[in-house]
């Protein structure tokens, strides 16, 4: 087997499954902003600020995931994509299941990083006696 300090780092579960989230829930916001306009009668500015803001924020947040802060932030878009159902009602829906794909991903993500830790010390662990 390959030494493991010779090749690349690898990639993080976590972050890329989080960022995958991020990314889809970006379309989703912007794609809230004519429904905003439109059919819930926001005003354009409004609606623009608040949904491709959060849209923006979200690919944002994908690329800042190396920073644990950044997944804090997360929780609190996922939250605010539930809050936009009080404007467009589909959101509750909408929000509610990207905030459980989230949790999703990021639980799932640190269970898995826990997890190559643990083996890849174990593995050290059996090379070295």
């Known amino acids: 087997m390959a030494d493991r300090s010779s090749a690349q780092p690898e990639r993080s579960p976590k972050r890329g499954m989080c ?3 991020l990314s ?7 794609l809230t902003t004519p429904v905003m306009i439109n059919l819930a009668d926001v005003p354009w500015r409004t609606a623009c600020a ?4 959060l849209c923006i924020a979200c690919l944002l947040l994908a690329g800042l995931l190396r920073w644990e802060a950044a997944y804090a932030v997360g929780w609190v878009v996922q939250v605010a994509a539930i ?3 009080f404007v467009v009602p589909m959101m509750f829906v909408l929000g509610a299941i990207f905030a459980l794909l989230w949790g999703t991903a990021y639980f799932l993500g640190r ?3 826990r997890e190559r830790a643990e083996a890849y010390a174990a593995y050290d662990t059996g ?3």
């Open 83 to 85: 809050g936009l159902g």
């Open 19 to 21: 960022a995958a989230i």
């Open 127 to 129: 090379r070295t006696h």
């Open 24 to 30: 889809l829930e970006a379309i989703v916001l912007a």
């Open 50 to 53: 608040v949904g491709l803001g």
């Open 111 to 113: 269970k898995i990083e």
